[in-house]
């Protein structure tokens, strides 16, 4: 309301300057006159200097002809209103915006949707092992082949990093990332790379791992799965996966979206319990299907695909 009613003073004080202005151009008068509080007014203007002095300058104009407000007290409630105009910051939350005087990730701040996100190629070179989590051999790669870790690795998993990330403060990031054929033994803890066996079409999935808000070990979050900043390491971030999208066997273009990594229902009181089980911490930033998450796998050849991944993390 003050800077409404401040607002309406300022227009109409302009338009008296002009109309001042005008008259005076007509009548042409050819002796000079002292300066007045219109053309202060436009030089103001024409200087381009904070908006706190055009306030007090259209104040003590307004004052001319009513001696009774002293001009030390409208300078004042000028400054007041000023800076009562100006917000200190905002932080977008989905379509709406929240007033916040405090920094992102200070310590009188609420929830954010800026972190740190990782990819990872999750590689079945030998599909023909998988059960997909049904006991049947020959069923769909899924979630389940991988975990938990089998010592023989029927199906020949390989996991290796694809690209990382900081999120937006909407949340949103998009990863590109390319994999080439690879020898087989790559000394990895799944050994292999993108290494199909024999007569064998791999199956493609992608994983994206939330690694909390960005620290100032950046660069090792955004390319280590588990890094110094997550609690597993020491760390205050929870660290978890929370998308998976497979793709299958491909030869040309594919586009799936993204869904949870842990399924729905899956908080347990034993954090140690492991996939499918999760804890709280782990449930809250699950990516959601339908929540804008889509990932495209490209094929360009034998030995080579590449991933684009669009993701809206969640406000935790």
């Not at 290796?160 to 999120?167: E, F, K, M, Q, R």
């Not at 690694?211 to 929870?238: I, K, R, W």
């Amino acid at each position: 309301c003050e800077c409404t009613l401040l607002g309406c003073l300022f227009m109409i004080y302009s338009g008296s300057c002009f109309f001042t202005g005008v008259l005076d151009s007509r009548a042409r008068v050819s002796q000079s006159s002292p300066r007045n509080d219109c053309s202060a007014h436009y030089s103001l203007i024409q200087s381009k200097r904070p908006s706190s002095d055009i306030y007090i300058t259209m104040l003590l104009a307004i004052n001319r002809p009513f001696k009774s407000i002293p001009a030390i007290f409208l300078i004042l409630a000028s400054l007041l209103i000023f800076h009562r105009s100006v917000p200190v910051s905002f932080a977008k939350s989905g379509k709406s915006w929240t007033y916040s005087k405090s920094p992102k990730g200070s310590k009188g701040s609420t929830k954010s949707a800026e972190r740190v996100m990782t990819m990872w190629w999750v590689i079945f070179n030998k599909p023909s092992m998988c059960t997909g989590g049904t006991g049947v051999v020959g069923s769909p790669c899924t979630i389940a082949d991988v975990l938990p870790p089998s010592p023989d690795n029927e199906a020949h998993v390989g996991i290796l990093h694809a690209s990382g990330g900081v999120t937006d403060e909407d949340g949103f990031l998009r990863l590109v990332a390319s994999v080439y054929k690879t020898q087989c033994d790559l000394n990895l803890p799944f050994v292999y790379g993108y290494c199909p066996a024999d007569g064998e079409e791999p199956e493609v999935s992608v994983v994206i791992r939330d690694h909390g808000p960005p620290t100032d070990n950046l660069y090792l979050q955004m390319t280590e799965f588990s890094d110094p900043s997550c609690s597993s390491a020491g760390g205050n971030n929870v660290c978890a996966d929370s998308g998976y999208v497979s793709f299958g066997k491909t030869s040309g273009t594919v586009a799936n979206d993204i869904g949870r990594f842990f399924p729905t229902g899956c908080i347990e009181d034993d954090p140690s319990a492991g996939w499918p089980y999760c804890s709280e911490e782990e449930d809250e930033i699950q990516l959601e299907l339908g929540q804008g998450n889509q990932a495209m796998l490209i094929r360009t050849g034998e030995d080579h695909y590449q991933v684009v991944a669009e993701i809206n993390a969640p406000m935790v």
